[in-house]
């Protein structure tokens, strides 16, 4: 059934609109009602629905990552792409963002993290992947982790894939198009070195939590999000850039669009200008410390406090009915839920001054560090929390997500076989164990683990927390073993 734009109705385009900025964050105020009629219409004769209201109602009970919300998602946005697009970017990384990066790391921990958020069908994470192996000549003695993720199951599907028509390489040079592609018929098949560079994983920047070590989301050295937050509103760009500042370690770099800088958005940044391109950097703890790039012009912005997903309250700030916290660390996890990590780090510093055996202590700032990327601080105090109590499961699930994110898989895999030792119904670690058996070539196993999750989620209500999960709730985590199970199957 086809829609004429002119029968949208008032309180339909309004539903849709409300609900597409709710589950998606792509925004359509009343200009570009017109926009979103074309999109529902298309997306309407491709659904099995017969009405704009059935249709609605399919969305609104289906989880985001159903086809629908795929198929409905990929139309209302443009996800056309190509290799090393805007090369002002990447001759910024090229020429000054990443030489100092690696200049630093190669006499220290050889551990580089890139994200593409919003990454499409691929040609963004392995135009990375490519710079990268022409950089770094010793490339296999370093531990680099290149996310990439999107909310479109189908593009995610393609980049897996990695063949691409001509279209896809405009501007490439030749010889990294000899170099890095073979042709298959009329596409080029990306080179299984650049492939296995990096992981594709879906991720809605609006429903999931991030940073998080369950999603692989923390302790970034770069984040490219780029043309996703020109589809939502400010408020929802604001927040998600909060979050994706968070998820950057100290002195990291941002970049978005080339027509998305914006002030007011990005002011907990420091910003720099390079030819025919803008970045961002979130600034060094040291007040007033000057920003290690020598090249470009820096621009300091009167505000470097991070924006976050909640507004923070009154440092003094307790609770209105007149009680006080038991505790330090209770009060530590207040401030974490506003986002003011340092200052919890301050109370779970008090807390162990208080009882130096307080065990959750030692774990929590354990998995705080590990969010901003500082694995052996994490280590550390988890080490110190088994040594307090080795009977503990948390500090060995926070452990296993540290040799993750230093590529250790072996060592992760056998720090969850300690945690479901300890803990047999802890239901992220099962999930965690069955992706990294899932990376490991081993689908029997990872499918084994992922029906103990369905198992040990069996009627729990779809908004309860999971413990560890960093805000991830059952029916997040139930859609998230669905789709792997489908792809297993």
Not at 400 to 417: F, H, N, P, T
Request: glycine content about 6%; aromatic content about 10%; charged content about 25%.
């Amino acid at each position: 059934m086809s829609l004429n734009t002119t029968a949208l109705l008032d309180s339909q385009y309004i539903r849709f609109r409300d609900l597409l900025q709710e589950r998606s964050g792509i925004y359509f105020p009343l200009e570009k009602r017109a926009t979103l009629a074309r999109g529902l219409d298309e997306a309407l004769r491709l659904s099995p629905c017969t009405n704009m209201d059935a249709y609605f109602n399919l969305l609104e009970r289906s989880p985001s990552t159903h086809q629908e919300w795929d198929r409905l998602v990929s139309i209302l946005t443009v996800g056309e792409t190509y290799f090393f697009r805007n090369q002002g970017h990447f001759n910024a990384l090229k020429q000054h963002i990443l030489p100092e990066i690696i200049a630093r790391r190669e006499r220290f921990n050889r551990r580089l993290r890139i994200w593409s958020a919003g990454c499409a069908t691929g040609e963004e994470p392995y135009s990375l992947a490519i710079l990268l192996r022409e950089m770094i000549p010793n490339l296999a003695s370093w531990n680099v982790t290149i996310l990439a993720t999107d909310i479109n199951r189908e593009a995610l599907s393609r980049a897996r894939e990695g063949l691409y028509s001509t279209w896809s390489f405009r501007g490439v040079e030749k010889r990294l198009h000899d170099r890095y592609f073979s042709q298959v018929g009329n596409r080029y098949q990306i080179n299984q070195e650049i492939k296995q560079m990096v992981n594709f994983e879906y991720l809605n920047l609006i429903e999931d939590y991030y940073p998080s070590l369950t999603n692989n989301t923390s302790g970034m050295d770069l984040i490219f999000c780029r043309n996703v937050t020109i589809y939502f509103s400010q408020e929802v760009t604001r927040q998600v850039v909060g979050q994706l500042y968070n998820c950057l370690v100290d002195g990291g770099w941002y970049i978005p669009g080339s027509s998305e800088p914006n002030l007011v958005t990005y002011k907990a940044f420091a910003y720099r200008t390079f030819p025919g391109a803008v970045v961002y950097q979130k600034p060094q703890p040291e007040p007033g410390k000057k920003l290690v790039v020598e090249t470009g012009e820096l621009h300091r912005l009167p505000q470097t406090r991070p924006l976050t997903m909640t507004k923070p309250t009154a440092a003094k700030s307790r609770p209105q009915n007149g009680l006080q916290w038991p505790n330090a660390y209770k009060d530590a996890q207040v401030l974490l839920k506003t986002g003011r990590i340092d200052e919890a780090m301050t109370k779970l510093y008090e807390k162990l001054d208080q009882d130096p055996r307080h065990v959750p202590t030692y774990c929590l700032l354990g998995k705080i560090y590990a969010n901003r990327g500082q694995f052996e601080e994490a280590q550390h105090w988890c080490e110190r929390a088994i040594e307090k109590d080795k009977l503990q499961p948390e500090p060995y699930f926070t452990l296993s997500m540290i040799y993750q994110g230093q590529g250790m898989v072996e060592r992760a895999i056998d720090a969850l076989k300690k945690t479901l030792y300890l803990a047999p119904i802890f239901v992220l670690a099962h999930y965690t164990i069955a992706n990294l058996y899932l990376q490991a070539g081993d689908p029997k196993l990872a499918a084994r683990h992922l029906q103990n999750v369905k198992r040990l989620l069996t009627g729990k209500p779809e908004d309860e927390q999971i413990p560890e999960g960093d805000g991830l709730v059952v029916g997040r985590l139930d859609e998230l073993v669905e789709m792997l199970l489908a792809n297993l199957a």
